[in-house]
């Protein structure tokens, strides 16, 4: 209902592959229902690999020059060091959005993040979530649930 009550509404939604497509494909039905239909386009980056530390993003798909002059609602599960969102908002930007705004499902709200969110789901600590589409190193993406890796 936050968004959707937005003076300037999203019109692009632009998910970030893969951790944040079950949260995107919710939320884009959710705004749907308060009256708020999103064409959809994948970012596509990564950070993780199969390691629980981040390293360098890199992108395996990015935005289309479609997004010019549209205003992008990027999409991803959780929001740890930053970084991916960073890089998204980057790419965003430079293929010509006119606007972009950036919600989570979590925020782990790091004081070194160098990115924020605009809409968060819900802030949680440092732990290394999976499930709802986070993994560990490809695991339990599945999980209709979000959990704590042990």
Do not use: C
């Not at 999103?38 to 289309?64: C, F, H, N, Q, T």
């Not at 979590?106 to 789901?121: E, I, P, T």
């Amino acid at each position: 209902r936050e968004i959707a009550a937005l003076p300037q509404k999203p019109d692009i939604a632009m998910p970030i592959l893969v951790g944040g497509f079950v949260f995107a494909a919710d939320l884009v039905r959710a705004l749907s229902k308060e009256g708020v239909d999103l064409a959809v386009e994948m970012l596509w980056l990564r950070s993780y690999g199969d390691k629980r530390v981040a390293s360098a993003v890199s992108m395996i798909a990015g935005p289309s020059e479609q997004i010019a002059g549209h205003h992008v609602l990027v999409i991803d599960g959780v929001l740890d060091a930053g970084r991916t969102i960073k890089k998204a908002v980057s790419l965003i930007e430079a293929a010509g959005a006119a606007s972009v705004r950036v919600v989570v499902a979590l925020d782990k709200q790091r004081a070194d993040a160098v990115a924020n969110a605009d809409h968060v789901g819900f802030v949680i600590g440092n732990d290394f979530v999976i499930g709802y589409g986070m993994d560990d190193a490809g695991h339990y993406r599945t999980l209709p649930y979000i959990g704590r890796a042990g």
